[in-house]
């Protein structure tokens, strides 16, 4: 028998590779809760799954050939960290930065809770000064 842990760890990944990297928003309606949320969409803006729709089709947008590559996972009872890489070429606007063209690769660290296998929280802390850094040609 999977624990919750294992199950939420599988989930998490699924997340990266088939929402993420391959763009699968189908995938959304089986992994987020129907009250799920997303704190990398701004305080007030759209909530639940639509939420999660918002902030990848936003980032598929400004990053192309988005990869998002897990790197470790942690998990505990209903919390799950997700250490992972995020390698693409600016497309758009990104922490301020406007389109540079150039690639960049971050390093980024996840938390997100669990309720019945599905997600109810994500947040992520990424790299921004690095990536920022590589965006304006501050470093090779």
């Not at 540079?100 to 296998?117: E, L, P």
């Not at 990424?126 to 040609?137: E, N, S």
Request: charged share 25%; aromatic share 8%.
């Amino acid at each position: 028998m999977t624990s919750a842990s294992e199950t939420n760890k599988t989930v998490a990944r699924r997340f990266y590779d088939e929402v993420v990297t391959k763009g699968d928003l189908g995938l959304l309606d089986e992994i987020i809760a129907e009250d799920g949320r997303d704190s990398a969409v701004p305080a007030g803006d759209v909530k639940g799954r639509d939420g999660f729709v918002e902030h990848i089709t936003w980032l598929r947008a400004n990053v192309e050939n988005v990869t998002a590559t897990v790197t470790d996972v942690i998990a505990e009872d209903d919390r799950v960290v997700v250490y992972w890489t995020i390698d693409g070429t600016q497309r758009g606007e990104i922490f301020g930065v406007p389109n540079s063209g150039r690639h960049f690769t971050g390093v980024s660290i996840s938390t997100i809770r669990f309720r019945d296998g599905r997600i109810t929280e994500y947040s992520v802390l990424p790299d921004r000064l690095g990536i920022i850094a590589q965006l304006t040609g501050a470093v090779a």
